[in-house]
């Protein structure tokens, strides 16, 4: 069998920064276990299988699509990079004429549409919700040592927590911070939590970040990812309520980067906006 397969890289312009997603295109159903064991073997943060709804759909032509991520440990509900990347796929390589595609997934219907040197996501929007410090200290402690944490939010729909650094700190001090993500498994006891969200408030006064973050899931086997359209989902509630703004520009301070434009909606949904570099194409062979 052969599948084709592309590497991109998402939130970013350039190869080899911003976040790598594998994309699968699927001409026919795949047996179940095989999604997984492509994912392993890419071995990237996400795998996005991108399959056909009807047997005369076309990759060229048609505008709705199924689609499914996968770490190299399990399938998720939710991921925005492997969206970006599976859109630019079919904008860039396979030329699809339409204006808007629609990615029907576990998440819902997602869609993502061309606006000039970028692709736009309409996702959801999470609401992160205070959360009780005792219950995850440790988990914070592991996190960040004695930093001054500012405020702590959980998002219930993700299963994301949501720290704040003190706005004291500079991008670079949460940029430079040595995070032992492994250790987050054996510290953290409430069986809530599946993804942590460092976040500090940025300088946007004229051309600046709004707010900088990095992320940490190592309960879906990924230590640090580069660029989260997820974590986004709800950084973007939290920063739109803090700030008072509904448009937004948003770094990732992992060590690759990415950059992301958000626009919060009044319908509860958040358009997320991103660059993209293919540097892959092939085929899988087994």
Not at 28 to 53: C, G, P, V, W, Y
Not at 201 to 222: C, E, L, M, T, V
Request: hydrophobic share 40%; with cysteine; proline share 3%.
């Amino acid at each position: 069998m052969q599948i084709p397969v592309f590497t991109v890289d998402a939130f970013t312009n350039r190869a080899f920064s911003g976040n790598p997603a594998a994309v699968c295109l699927l001409e026919n159903d795949l047996d179940e276990d095989l999604h997984q064991k492509i994912a392993t073997e890419m071995n990237l943060s996400e795998t996005a299988f991108i399959r056909k709804l009807k047997p005369g759909d076309d990759f060229t032509k048609s505008s709705c699509f199924g689609l499914r991520w996968f770490t190299p440990a399990n399938e998720v509900p939710l991921c925005g990079h492997a969206t970006l990347a599976s859109a630019a796929v079919l904008f860039h390589v396979q030329k699809n004429t339409n204006s808007v595609l629609t990615f029907v997934t576990l998440s819902g219907e997602l869609k993502a549409r061309q606006v000039k040197d970028h692709i736009v996501l309409d996702l959801p929007l999470y609401t992160a919700y205070p959360q009780e410090l005792k219950e995850v200290e440790e988990l914070i402690k592991a996190a960040v040592g004695d930093m001054i944490v500012q405020d702590v939010r959980y998002s219930p729909d993700t299963k994301k927590l949501l720290v704040r650094l003190s706005d004291t700190y500079e991008r670079s001090v949460l940029e430079n911070l040595k995070v032992s993500a492994q250790h987050f498994l054996s510290v953290e006891k409430t069986g809530k939590v599946k993804g942590l969200i460092l976040t500090v408030k940025g300088n946007s006064s004229g051309k600046g970040h709004d707010f900088y973050s990095r992320y940490f899931a190592p309960w879906y086997g990924i230590l640090e990812d580069p660029v989260t359209g997820s974590a986004h989902a709800v950084l973007s509630s939290y920063w739109s309520e803090q700030l008072g703004k509904k448009e937004m520009l948003a770094f990732q301070c992992s060590r690759r980067g990415g950059e992301l434009k958000i626009s919060v909606r009044s319908d509860r949904r958040v358009d997320i906006a991103g660059q993209t570099a293919v540097v892959l194409k092939g085929n899988l062979t087994f």
